[in-house]
């Protein structure tokens, strides 16, 4: 199958109100441009410097997605392009961020990560430190970042319930914080499910899907 056709099957298997983050990590330009021809605008790249070796190569109606774990010191890195960072842990990264696209003169559009699964090698906060920090006056005072929504990692398991569960606990969540929004802060995203587990996550609720192999076929 080509990366063409699969695009396509997955496209096809999406319903209309769920975006398609293609996961293009360790893929070569001409793989992503296969993509981008069959019309996918939407990238996303774990590593920082990879993902602005691309950015710079490739067309500018791209949308570039961070949903690796960020390190502080590299967010100036991604600053002046990026679309959306998936996977934020914390008040300082986010007052990074915020610092950042203040100097490019933007709004950098974030999803904070929320830890769901039951590995210990996951990120994310839990429901009590996400409350604690969209609650204080230092997240408040933040005007160069926009909190969209909610970003979560199920377990990697075959065991399905648990991937259900899972999901469906971060689901609560967001429902339980969706209500509440600030000039910076309005929950309408909610990103989970990868190519093993995305159609169970859009059954849970899920607005964004993160899926790599089933395109561009495993690494």
């Known amino acids: ?31 992503l441009m296969q993509a981008y021809e069959a019309g996918q605008r939407i990238f996303g790249e774990n590593k920082i410097q990879e993902m602005t070796d691309k950015w710079e190569q490739m067309p500018r109606d791209i949308q570039w997605h961070m949903i690796g774990h960020v390190q502080t010191n590299k967010v100036k890195y991604m600053a002046p392009y990026v679309s959306l960072i998936h996977g934020v842990d914390s008040l300082k ?36 430190e996400l ?45 339980y914080i969706q209500p509440y929004q600030l000039d910076n802060c309005h929950f309408q995203q909610l990103s989970m499910g990868m190519s093993g587990d995305y159609k169970i996550a859009i059954e849970c609720g899920s607005t964004i899907v993160r899926i790599g192999s089933s395109i561009f076929g495993h690494r």
């Open 93 to 128: 990264l986010l007052k990074e961020i915020d610092r950042q696209a203040k100097r490019y003169r933007r709004i950098i559009p974030c999803l904070l990560q929320i830890y769901i699964a039951k590995e210990e090698t996951k990120f994310g906060l839990s429901q009590a």
């Open 1 to 31: 199958m080509s990366i063409k056709n699969n695009l396509q099957l997955i496209k096809d298997s999406l319903p209309e109100h769920v975006h398609l983050v293609a996961v293009s990590k360790t893929k070569p330009v001409s793989d």
């Open 131 to 175: 409350m604690e920090i969209i609650h204080s006056d230092d997240f408040k005072a933040l005007q160069n970042i926009k909190v969209i929504g909610l970003m979560g990692m199920a377990s990697f398991t075959d065991n399905k319930d648990i991937i259900r569960n899972e999901f469906t606990e971060l689901k609560h969540i967001f429902d």
